[in-house]
T-cell receptor, first 112, second 114 residues
């Protein structure tokens, strides 16, 4: 089974609203990363958060990590139509420095 | 200039054929990867090379054989293609192994096996 499960599977919001996506994982991690994938394109790295960090920001993105609950969330504030994409969390398990294990993804649709 | 490029972008072929997908990165990275994304968008690592040496080999049929002629290239050869091989294949690279560094992805190769 996948290491990362994302919730919701799909999210539809209006431009200007905030979007929150959640990722849960099963085993101890070294770090967790979020990626965006536009339709028909490759993945683009957004943020990396290490296991000893609780929150990171990058522009309109805010990522939190709760290792006790084995979960992370990605918040996109003041969303734009251009944010429409699939968002994936990916974990690096403790002791496996070379490998990213991706979650199932959340498909975000931002409408005007 | 494209950082990670793949060719071809689309590949349509018959069952039983042999095909190759090429990947090149001009970022000077040491580590390269191949991923498979299925129709449900689930992305799974297949192989990883660091300095031309294989460091990850997931449970992939031996019909799939990666080859890294140099640090900037990682090609994927697939023998005896099957219907289930239809997917989008992504190449990626990073300076350090994935656990410590950002991965940069190519645009993908959509393989359709008829």
């Amino acid at each position: 089974s996948q290491q990362g499960e994302e919730d919701p599977q799909a999210l539809s919001i209006q431009e200007g609203e905030n979007a929150t996506m959640n990722c849960s994982y099963k085993t101890s991690i070294n770090n967790l990363q979020w990626y965006r994938q536009n339709s028909g394109r490759g993945l683009v790295h957004l943020i990396l958060i290490r296991s000893n960090e609780r929150e990171k920001h990058s522009g309109r993105l805010r990522v939190t990590l709760d290792t006790s609950k084995k979960s992370s969330s990605l918040l996109i504030t003041a969303s734009r139509a251009a944010d429409t994409a699939s968002y994936f969390c990916a974990t690096v398990l403790t002791g496996t420095a070379s490998k990213l294990t991706f979650g199932t993804g959340t498909r975000l649709q931002v409408t005007l | 200039d494209t950082a990670v490029s793949q060719t071809p972008k689309y590949l349509v072929t018959q069952m039983g054929n042999d095909k190759s997908i090429k990947c090149e990165q001009n970022l000077g990275h040491d580590t390269m990867y191949w991923y498979k994304q299925d129709s449900k968008k689930f992305l799974k690592i297949m192989f990883s090379y660091n300095n031309k040496e294989l460091i990850i080999n997931e449970t992939v049929p031996n019909r799939f054989s990666p080859k890294s002629p140099d640090k900037a290239h990682l090609n994927l050869h697939i023998n005896s293609l099957e219907l289930g091989d239809s997917a989008v294949y992504f190449c990626a690279s990073s300076q350090q192994p994935a656990g410590t560094d950002t991965q940069y992805f190519g645009p993908g190769t959509r393989l359709t096996v008829l």
